[in-house]
């Protein structure tokens, strides 16, 4: 029709049928360039479609850690030192190693996810998350699986300066806390594509992370320190339900079986309510029974921004969902300093 309508224009001179001719190839000649000119801006790897143009070595690295979800691994560090230096017990070095390892774990998981959901094909041009380095063709899948087993053996060595202080159980707690994080989206059984990510994170985000920082310091187990890893479990879960619930499209067709997928967007916005409130109840209840000083009631100085989290997942869907994952892991970071604070209040 296009062609048609620009015959129709063409000036008739002496030349006739020779200039119309040629005048038509010399536009189908411009416009198939223009196509392809198109076409390879929208290639993989090329900077164009939801992103901006390649970056730097640099920040495709820094990217490729997903700095904005290393919250989740800080914060059950950080609230593990509070209940240690609350009891009495805390111990520097210990300390700032769980938080490397966790940091490590982190950025190493996130790196496996990158490679494996790629291999799999959940990661696509369809995507309506951040970019993903492999998928836009920034690092090779060989570079990211390197870095990958790199980030974890780094992370094992942390690990071991632990096992040295507190004992062989943190080499058992390590070794699983790794394999889970390969595990979550590589092996013939992938955590996250059974619709197992939400009790992976749970677990591991929350009673793991808490519970084995706090014990490298104290060399034993508190029962304050289990119930207040469960707020930080469940603000990390309340992040993975923003990216399953803005992916379940898309992760239907890559074979991923997310409690989204499984269960329906309305399930997931009201687990998403469960996970952000749940945490403010844990910690009143504690509060009342005396298992909590009653200073930890800080942590309500963040409900605001819970109240207009769980507004905001209720009313946006698809792409308009990216900025949540931000606000999430923000409000689980935010959250877990106020109780840090109200744990330490009394010291100062």
């Known amino acids: 029709m296009t062609e048609g309508a620009t015959d129709t224009r063409l000036p008739t001179d002496t030349r006739g049928d020779t200039t119309r001719g040629d005048t038509t190839r010399s536009d189908a000649a411009r416009r198939d360039t ?3 000119d198109a076409a390879r801006r929208a290639a993989p790897g090329n900077g164009a479609g ?3 143009a390649r970056p730097g070595a640099v920040r495709t690295w820094l990217l490729a850690t997903r700095p904005a979800t290393l919250l989740a691994g800080v914060a059950p560090v950080l609230i593990g030192v509070a209940f240690a230096a609350h009891d009495g017990v805390f111990a520097l070095l210990p300390a700032l190693a769980a938080l490397v390892g966790s940091i490590l774990i982190q950025i190493g998981t996130n790196l ?4 494996f959901d790629f291999r799999k094909g959940a990661d696509t041009a369809d995507r309506l998350g951040p970019a993903r380095v492999t998928q836009r063709g920034w690092l090779t899948p060989r570079q990211v699986l390197t870095a990958t087993i790199l980030t974890f053996a780094l992370a094992f060595v942390a690990g071991l300066y632990l096992v040295a202080h507190a004992g062989w159980p943190l080499l058992v707690v390590g070794l699983v806390s790794i394999a889970c994080g390969i595990l979550y989206t590589g092996g013939p059984w992938p955590l996250g594509y059974l619709g197992l990510g939400d009790i992976f994170v749970l ?9 084995g920082t706090y014990y490298v310091q104290a060399h034993t187990l508190s029962t304050p320190a289990f119930v207040g890893s469960l707020t930080v479990g469940l603000l990390s879960t309340a992040i993975l339900v923003v990216n399953n619930l803005r992916d379940r499209v898309t992760d239907v067709h890559a074979g991923k079986r997310t409690l989204a997928v499984r269960f329906g967007p309305g399930f997931a916005r009201a687990e998403y309510l ?9 910690v009143a209840a504690s509060v009342a029974t005396g298992l909590f000083p009653t200073t930890t009631t800080l942590v309500v100085v963040t409900l605001p921004l819970a109240l207009k989290s769980i507004a905001a997942v209720n009313r946006r869907d698809g792409q308009a969902l990216n900025p949540m994952l931000g606000a999430t892991a923000r409000l689980t970071a935010l959250f877990a300093i106020a109780l840090c604070v109200g744990l330490l209040w009394q010291l100062g």
Not at 112 to 115: K, T
């Open 112 to 115: 496996a996810n990158d490679y």
């Open 34 to 36: 223009t196509r392809s």
């Open 50 to 52: 939801n992103d901006d």
């Open 274 to 282: 469960v996970t952000v409130l749940a945490p403010y109840a844990i």
């Open 203 to 211: 677990v591991f985000f929350g009673p793991v992370a808490v519970l």
